[in-house]
């Protein structure tokens, strides 16, 4: 097997793109630099061709979730080839987002309006506008990550490491106004005491509480209380980032379940099953000012994401598609932590079923998930320490999977054991967070 293509194109890009790739968790060093192939030619099913050919299980992030029902799914393309087919932008608007603003409300039946952008970050960019146009205040306290936009680094601009606790770290604000300094005060989830500690010491000048429903604890009543207590004495907008979490635990956000009060809720990634499409849904009186703010852009009027948004929603609902890759993702942890046990090695797990996650516990863990992903390779199979799961993921899927994650954790154990990990390795160790690479 040889992935020289891919390579070789790798050596090239780090030259001429800066950053070396578009989305940092697509790059290859995130995985193992040297094995992990980069590049696709063709995605279908739950199944990955590299540039050489090669074909692949994808048992690891599956578009870093945007995938939900799996790639090329037929129905999403027949509908936006439809679309396409019958222009997909024009000097008019497309109609369906007027749909698509109808059924993201009918989902949620506390939201009355909608505004549609094409990606996550650039909609938190738009909720956060519109709470501080709402309130007429500047501060943000938000928990997790929310993007690469300056509102959300500006959190690292008194203090270099604030994020380092929010999903990603060694986020650098360099090229981002100093002057913002102050504006975004992160808290802990199911930290209320934090919270109330923002909430005084910022409170008049508070415009939002941002927040995901959800990583890996749910919420508990006591955090949910000070959120709420919060909104009632300061006046600040919640907004609920459903970008990663959304419609995966339920058709719509997963604050549903959980029993927040959001004035916002922001979506993404699975709403257009890899097509770009992203939606900012509130109630009236916070969504108003929205008329009041500019938040214009061309792309954001272009017909396929709003096409493929309804076709993915509509064959989601369709199909419990939530039950699914519940099911499907508890099924990959258990098979993790049995694999695991069977040949001791101590992993940690969390994340969410759909969106799973586990870590050696060991020094050398970076070294550690730079051989499982080798290994996994060798079995044709695309693997991290990340799981999101996909309709198109079945339960022979999961089976071929976790046979092989049986081996690979015994080829793990028996080298650990014999000290000579490292030298197995074929490419480099995993990077994690953001690193310069050249
Ligand atoms: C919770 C959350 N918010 C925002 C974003 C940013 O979305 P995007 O990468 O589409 O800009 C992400 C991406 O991973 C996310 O998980």
């Known amino acids: 097997m040889t992935i020289k293509k891919s390579l070789d194109l790798q050596e090239k890009a780090k030259q001429i793109i800066p950053g070396f790739t578009q989305l940092l968790s697509k790059r290859p060093d995130q995985f193992t630099a040297g094995v992990w192939p980069g590049y696709f030619k063709k995605a279908e099913g739950a199944y990955v061709w590299d540039l050489d050919d090669n074909k692949y299980l994808d048992m690891s992030i599956s578009g870093i979730g945007a995938n939900i029902l799996g790639y090329a799914d037929p129905d ?18 497309s109609y369906e987002e007027v749909e698509l603003a109808e059924k993201l409300c009918e989902l949620h039946p506390w939201a009355d309006r909608a505004r ?13 506008r519109i ?14 990550y929310h993007g690469w936009h300056d509102w959300y680094l500006a959190a690292n601009l008194e203090s270099s490491d604030t994020l380092n606790d929010h999903l ?17 005060i992160p808290f802990s989830f199911n930290n209320p005491e934090e919270l109330e500690a923002i909430s005084k010491k910022y409170g008049d000048r508070l415009a939002a509480i941002v927040m995901e429903p959800i990583r890996n604890d749910k919420p508990t009543a006591a955090f949910k209380a000070a959120i ?13 980032d459903e970008i990663s979490a959304g419609f995966r635990l339920t058709p719509g956000g997963a604050h549903k379940l959980l029993g927040y ?10 709403l257009g099953n890899g097509h770009p499409i992203g939606a900012i849904i509130g109630k009236n009186h ?16 272009e017909r396929v994401g709003f096409v493929a948004a309804l076709a993915t929603i509509k064959k989601y609902v369709e199909n419990n598609v939530h039950e699914h890759l519940i099911s499907i993702g508890s099924s990959v942890k258990k098979g993790w932590q049995d694999a695991a046990d069977k040949v001791g090695l101590e992993i940690s797990l969390s994340g969410i079923d759909p969106m799973a996650h586990f870590a050696f516990k060991h020094e050398k863990n970076l070294h550690i998930k730079a051989y499982f992903i ?23 899927h999961v089976r071929e999977y976790l046979e092989a994650v049986n081996w690979a954790f015994s080829e793990i154990k028996a080298a650990l054991d014999a000290g000579n990990l490292e030298s197995k390795l074929i490419g480099k160790p995993a990077n994690t967070g953001f690193l310069r690479l050249n």
């Open 76 to 93: 999403v393309n027949a509908a936006v080839i439809n679309a396409i087919q019958n222009g997909s932008s024009c000097s008019l608007n």
């Open 116 to 128: 549609f952008t094409r990606c996550g970050g650039e909609s938190m960019v738009v909720a956060t």
């Open 131 to 144: 709470a501080r146009a709402h309130t007429g205040r500047s501060v943000i306290a938000f928990c997790g």
């Open 168 to 184: 990603l770290t060694g986020l650098d604000p360099v090229g981002v106004p100093k002057e913002l300094a102050g504006t975004s």
């Open 228 to 240: 709420n207590k919060v909104k009632e004495t300061t006046g600040c907008v919640v907004i609920i």
């Open 261 to 270: 009060d959001p004035d916002i809720a922001v979506f993404s990634k699975a």
């Open 286 to 301: 916070v969504m108003d000012a929205a008329k009041e703010c500019f938040i214009s852009s061309t792309y954001w009027t």
């Open 374 to 396: 080798q290994l996994m390779i060798e079995k044709k199979i695309l693997s991290s320490n990340l799981f999101y799961a996909m309709f198109a993921h079945k339960t022979e």
